[in-house]
């Protein structure tokens, strides 16, 4: 006796069972896939596209803090006396010879000298040294941060090449990074920068030893603006 005579021998109940697990069988590997695979495509889709818009909100919401940090460094820069001091905020240099460029937060130009400014608005305990700047958490973590000071080194070291270049040498530099969050304590120094709260630095521009005459201080202003006016970075 072959399958399909044992199966006209079982009773009615017997071949509906059979059927019933036939038929879940097809809908199990050959329907129900088709039906939640367009679905299950659409829902990756979305969460890509939610956790686009999730980074695209992270890099919206690091920019916005960045130029509120360097109003503030601004804001606090305006007390310096302006018939003292001439400040440039905002400055782009290049190089042509060595293709480096820099964008500098603030340049303040004084009988001092040229004070390069790097702002950033890091809250929470900040610990800088020329070793690494970290962040320390409420829980005790420690969170790596870019070394401002190295950076601001770099620049102000092309700002001194380039006004160098153009016959000004001799000329005092200071690099400054200044913290404008308010709440955010610092801990530590770097030897590439004086690190300090932004509401800080008009006193320590204001504090430095006087070397350059007026005049010298007019040209070197107008010379940085040409540099900053010339460049497309």
């Known amino acids: 006796m072959n399958l399909l005579d044992m199966i006209r021998e079982m009773p009615l109940f017997m071949k509906q069972f059979i059927c019933l697990i036939l038929l879940l069988n097809i809908i199990k590997f050959f329907i129900w896939p088709g039906l939640f695979k367009g679905h299950s495509t659409k829902d990756n889709r ?3 596209k939610q956790y686009s818009q999730t980074e695209e909100e992270r890099k ?6 960045g130029k509120q940090g360097e109003a503030e460094t601004q804001f606090h820069l305006s007390y310096l006396p302006t018939n003292e001091y001439c400040i440039l905020n905002n400055v782009r240099i290049y190089d042509n010879n060595t293709n480096r460029k820099a ?4 340049v303040v130009i004084g009988n001092a000298g040229v004070f390069v400014i790097e702002t950033k608005n890091y809250s929470g305990t900040i610990h ?3 070793a690494g700047w970290y962040r320390e958490k409420k829980n005790g973590e420690r969170e790596a941060l870019s070394d401002p000071a190295g950076q601001n080194e770099r620049h102000k070291s092309l700002l ?3 006004l160098s270049y153009r016959g000004y040498k001799d000329i005092p530099f200071y690099s400054i990074v200044a913290i404008a969050n308010k709440d955010a304590i610092i801990m530590g120094q770097s030897e590439y920068a004086e690190v300090m709260k932004a509401e800080n630095v008009s006193a320590c521009i204001s504090h430095k030893p006087y070397v350059l005459k007026d005049d010298m201080v007019r040209k070197i202003y107008e010379e940085i603006s040409r540099l900053n006016v010339s460049v497309k970075i």
């Open 46 to 48: 979305r969460g890509d």
């Open 60 to 65: 919206a919401a690091i920019i916005e803090a």
């Open 103 to 106: 964008e500098i937060d603030h």
């Open 128 to 130: 800088a040294s020329s």
């Open 160 to 162: 001194r090449e380039l």
